[in-house]
């Protein structure tokens, strides 16, 4: 059974996701809880193993919430709900160690997917909205990032690699691209997030975006 906690500071909100979850025979809601502040604290009594997460709320917004679980031991994952004129706190939660985001409308069999992903390890950046979301999100990046350092790391086929990850490619695209088999690029990907200390295929798109890999269209 995969165990998750709804956080939403809207009822109906949460009676939606709930309705879709509690149909499905591997999936167990085991916390509700209305802001951030109230999240932490049933999370420290209740174990769970994926958290939705919503991203403004009173008391406690969901960026601080996850950072504050994820600190905790046997953390849970998280995926962020979040609608197009909150990314850039999506993008913030993010890099906070969130496993991915999702927008609120999103189709229950995508949810129940994204569920499922997370918890076997999976980050969910989908690759349509991670093209749409970064477009919006590079307005809060630096204008001047240079390459880090921290590339020379990585071989050239790994940078490649990262470069096509950071711009919402899939592993399955990302072989034909690069024509390989698709699971040499996520022998890769698994490299990659070794050698650079990230959690996730979540934190290697805002890493590559932060270290300059690739450039932020220009403001204005």
């Not at 709930?18 to 951030?36: K, N, W």
């Amino acid at each position: 059974m995969i165990r998750v906690a709804l956080v939403d500071d809207q009822q109906l909100v949460r009676a939606g996701f709930r309705m879709v979850l509690s149909a499905q025979p591997d999936i167990e809601i085991v916390a509700e809880a209305a802001d951030g502040a109230a999240a932490v604290a049933a999370l420290r009594e209740t174990r769970a193993d994926v958290v939705l997460m919503d991203v403004r709320m009173p008391r406690m917004d969901g960026v601080e919430a996850t950072r504050l679980i994820l600190a905790q031991p046997d953390a849970p994952k998280v995926l962020i709900l979040t609608t197009f004129d909150l990314d850039e706190y999506a993008f913030a939660a993010i890099r906070a160690g969130a496993s991915g985001f999702l927008l609120k409308d999103v189709p229950p069999a995508d949810l129940l997917s994204a569920i499922r992903s997370v918890h076997v390890g999976d980050a969910v950046v989908a690759p349509s909205t991670t093209r749409r979301l970064l477009d919006l999100v590079a307005a809060y990046l630096p204008g001047e990032a240079r390459p880090s350092r921290d590339l020379e790391v990585l071989t050239a086929r790994e940078r490649e690699v990262l470069l096509h990850v950071a711009r919402g490619l899939s592993n399955l695209e990302i072989a034909g691209q690069l024509q390989l088999a698709e699971a040499t690029v996520k022998t890769h990907l698994g490299r990659i997030l070794a050698k650079l200390e990230l959690r996730d295929r979540a934190q290697a798109v805002v890493y590559a975006y932060e270290s300059g890999l690739v450039a932020s269209r220009p403001k204005g």
